[in-house]
């Protein structure tokens, strides 16, 4: 399939005469072709056209939804090898890497039909009317849940197939009903270009209107934001900076209007290692964070951008054993020259604060946009009085923390910012200080992991994959799982509406699906 840079308008394809180039971060060239950048016309012709689709998309059966998602997973691995080829030469990740994430895509399309399927999303309640109730009545009343209305995604750098054009925030928007407009990443706009050709695909062979998804591409920052601004646009998707994710809040909020964005942003992923876990396997430990640190250049929100622990002896041998592991470690290629140029002048930041000391560096660099790894250390004390040594890098940088005792340990955990993961190395003897620290780290993270490494997320019923501000704008949310479409939807009552009007999950005669019926949850 001929990639043709042009934009994506409710299935129409338009070329517009501004554009820009992808380019490839292992070489530094240009990839061709170019890329149309759309313009306020190519803005309000796909909101309008989302509106317009919203209408009947939202009430449409959800087993056609469902067929829908599946037909989009369809289509998607229909692509081939060409959309793994394509995704390589934009981001410089490897193939293997590239096919693991385009399961995942698909798989989450997957999980989404069958969580349509099931209908628990709908979140069914139903008291009945109790006309001889005294000292009142009680009226008919029914509840479910709607779809916000066009949802807007912007596609994220560091996962172009699983958090993109068909990523985890558009399958969870198109299952709640909502149609979407895709702000493609300019990173990787060939690879968002094939995807959204396959997700028009998908639109077409379902007979569903044109306006159910569009994908807008463009490296302006002005095409977010009169997006975000757009009178028909319900809610956001964001994955990225902090800076992007609260500027688009801003706008957001200033609407006429306002309207929820739920923005992943920042987090560096604290990981504790408890006295006997340190003490028994210190070694093994070092080793293994290097690993987790070093995975993908360090480019995953829950990279472990921060190891907490009390000084000694115990921590003396992880610290060698990561600093041996990591000086063994080859630069890797970097999304995007702007984010090695951002991860260098954050490494180099910490170099030259001088209450941080550098523990390690990995091999020497190779080629362009090639990310050395880097570790540091500071005491707790200094950790809580120098709010920069608590910033993200984003890439394979890290800080190990020595806490005095465990006060400090806790005062360091207070200190921080909202977060992604929070994890704990533990064996047995450290049940009772992992109970009095558990409660901080509830109230840090959205997802706290046991004897594991923060990098990797398993798609699930389960998962979070969200926290406490700034790691996302809302942390009752998650951008993972099925309970991620819960952000694309709002509670309706229906009070003594005749069963005729009723939608027809709440008629009387519906069929059984999982409610709460006067209070008490029934599955069938």
């Known amino acids: 399939m001929a990639i043709s840079g042009e934009l994506l308008i409710g299935g129409q ?3 517009r ?3 820009f180039l992808a380019v490839n971060p292992s070489t530094g060239e ?4 170019p890329f149309s950048s759309a313009n306020a016309e190519d803005v309000e012709k796909a909101c309008e056209l989302a509106w317009s689709a919203f209408h009947s998309y939202r009430e449409l059966d959800p087993e056609k939804r469902a067929q829908f998602l599946e037909a989009v997973g369809d289509q998607i691995m229909a692509l081939g090898d060409e959309l793994l080829e394509r995704g390589h030469a934009e981001s ?3 193939l293997a890497r590239l096919t693991g994430e385009r399961a995942r895509t698909v798989n989450q399309l997957r999980l989404f039909a069958d969580e349509l399927r099931k209908g628990g999303w709908m979140g069914l309640r139903i008291d009945p009317a109790l006309p001889d109730r005294k000292p009142l009545p009680r009226s008919d009343l029914r509840q479910r849940k709607i779809p916000l209305g066009p949802v807007v995604v912007f596609g994220a750098s560091n996962f172009p197939l699983a958090f993109s054009v068909a990523g985890g925030d558009t399958a ?3 299952a709640a009903g909502c149609p979407v407009i895709v702000k493609g990443h300019s990173a990787h706009p060939g690879t968002s270009e094939l995807v959204g050709r396959a997700v028009s695909a998908a639109v077409e062979a379902c007979n569903l209107p044109r306006g159910v998804f569009s994908l807008l591409n463009g490296n302006s920052r002005a095409l977010g934001q009169s997006l975000v601004a757009h009178r028909h646009v319900r809610a956001v998707g964001f994955t990225g900076s902090r800076v992007g994710g609260t500027a688009l809040m801003k706008i957001a909020s200033e609407r006429k209007e306002p309207i929820p964005v739920y923005a992943e942003m920042s987090s560096i992923n604290p990981v504790v290692l408890l006295p006997n876990a340190l003490a028994t396997r210190a070694e093994a430990l070092g080793k293994d964070f290097v690993g987790s640190l070093t995975l993908g250049a360090g480019q995953f929100c829950t990279n472990p951008g921060l190891v907490l622990a009390l000084d000694g002896p115990d921590l003396k041998r992880f610290v060698e054993s ?4 990591l000086g063994q470690v080859p630069p890797a290629t970097m999304l995007t020259p702007g984010i090695h140029a951002a991860y260098e002048k954050g490494v180099d930041k910490l170099a030259r604060n001088d209450r941080v000391t550098t523990i390690a560096r990995g091999l020497d660099k190779a080629g362009v946009n090639c990310g050395r790894g880097a570790l540091f250390t500071i005491t707790g004390s200094d950790f809580v009085q120098h709010d920069e040594v608590a910033e ?10 020595r806490c005095a005792d465990e006060a400090e340990l806790v005062r360091v955990l207070e200190h921080l910012e909202g977060q992604l993961t929070s994890t704990l190395h533990l064996t047995d003897e450290d049940t009772a200080i992992a109970s009095r620290l558990l409660p901080v780290l509830e109230r840090k993270a959205g997802r706290l992991i046991a004897n594991g490494w923060p990098t990797g997320v398993e798609v699930a019923h389960a998962m979070v994959h969200g926290g406490p501000y700034p790691s996302t704008s809302d942390g009752r949310s998650t951008s993972v799982g099925t309970l991620a479409i819960e952000r694309f939807l709002r509670p309706v009552c229906y009070q003594d509406i005749p069963d005729a009007l009723l939608p027809a999950a709440l008629r009387r005669d519906a069929p059984k699906r999982p409610r709460r019926l006067d209070g008490v949850y029934v599955a069938d």
């Not at 240009?30 to 072709?33: D, G, K, R, S, Y």
């Not at 993200?392 to 923390?401: D, I, L, T």
């Open 17 to 19: 005469p501004e554009t």
């Open 30 to 33: 240009n990839l061709q072709p």
């Open 13 to 15: 394809r338009v070329r």
């Open 392 to 401: 993200e890098v984003f890439g394979a940088s890290s800080v190990v923390v």
């Open 322 to 325: 990561a600093a041996a592991a």
């Open 92 to 94: 410089g990740l490897p």
């Open 172 to 174: 969870a928007a198109l």
